[in-house]
């Protein structure tokens, strides 16, 4: 079993910056797949970013592509997602999400979801 807990949401003018994290319980943080995804008011849940075990391979939606950064310490049991020029379209509650390593693609399965964290940018 694995737990997540994520941090760092808030207000944020456009073009600010905000780090949102990802805190995992367990022992076996390093043998999953971690990703970001977002679900904004009255839309679907979409993908953001995922990083492999190692921290080697990522990958990211085309809207946050050159803006947003995903990386991992296996160390420290966590997972950020660095957010740079933010506009008012990435409003939403960011979730991040574990899977099993063989996740390589990043479309599934997410095993473990946080309970999300709220991210709001204002024009």
């Known amino acids: 079993q694995v737990q997540l807990v994520e941090s760092g949401g808030g207000l944020v003018q456009a073009g600010g910056s905000l780090r949102v994290s990802c805190a995992a319980s367990?022992?076996?943080?390093?043998?999953?797949?971690m990703g970001w995804f977002r679900q904004a008011p009255g839309k679907e849940r979409e993908f953001v970013a995922g990083i492999n075990w190692s921290g080697r391979s990522t990958k990211y939606a085309d809207s946050v592509k050159g803006r947003f950064s995903i990386s991992r310490d296996n160390a420290k049991n966590t997972v950020y997602l660095q957010m740079n020029n933010l506009k008012p379209e990435d409003t939403a509650v960011y979730y991040c999400?574990?899977?099993?390593?063989?996740?390589?693609?990043?479309?599934?399965?997410?095993?473990?979801w946080g309970q999300g964290t709220q991210v709001t940018v204002s024009s």
């Open positions: 999400a574990a899977g099993p390593m063989s996740n390589t693609g990043y479309g599934g399965p997410w095993d473990y």
């Open positions: 367990g022992r076996t943080f390093g043998s999953y797949a």
